[in-house]
């Protein structure tokens, strides 16, 4: 069941809203990937315009359950996309293909603007007034 853009499935995890995610960015990428050659094509501006919007795409992902093979899905998707950008090949590292890309992990930009968002709200709390509807990370 899908509901405001956000897949959800009886046992409430989001796994299935993950995947999906994953799998759209993949589509997204594969499409983007045509007009990115590993010789030749676009300049690199534009190569990181367009490894951006796949970033995007990738940041509807919710930061609630990263359990090891979400995490492994969302850094997968995120290879292939950073592959064509710094016009590398497929043999080429996980680890590498970030540190040239200059893009770090999925995961940890989904928690970074999870962090974020918390402590902006705890911020807009303090000034209205308002009690959290959930415990705020601790700084």
């Known amino acids: 069941m899908t509901y405001l853009g956000i897949v959800i499935n009886k046992s409430c995890?989001?796994?299935?809203?993950i995947a999906e995610a994953a799998r759209k960015a993949d589509r997204?990428?594969?499409?983007l990937a045509r007009l990115m050659p590993n010789v030749g094509g676009p300049r690199e501006a534009r190569r990181c315009l367009?490894?951006?919007v796949v970033q995007s795409v990738l940041s509807?992902?919710?930061?609630?359950?990263?359990?090891?093979g979400n995490v492994k899905l969302?850094?997968?998707?995120?290879r292939r996309v950073l592959l064509r950008?710094?016009?590398?090949?497929?043999?080429?590292?996980?680890?590498a293909t970030k540190v040239?890309?200059?893009?770090p992990l999925a995961d940890l930009l989904a928690r970074e603007r999870e962090t974020e968002y918390r402590r902006r709200r705890?911020?807009?709390?303090v000034v209205t007034g308002a009690v959290p509807a959930y415990p705020t990370v601790a700084q």
């Open 50 to 52: 367009l490894a951006s």
């Open 74 to 78: 969302l850094n997968r998707t995120q």
């Open 122 to 125: 705890s911020i807009t709390n």
């Open 85 to 95: 950008k710094i016009w590398a090949y497929r043999t080429v590292s996980e680890a």
């Open 100 to 103: 040239l890309a200059g893009i």
């Open 60 to 68: 509807w992902a919710p930061t609630l359950d990263f359990t090891n």
């Open 28 to 31: 997204v990428g594969a499409t």
């Open 13 to 17: 995890l989001f796994k299935a809203h």
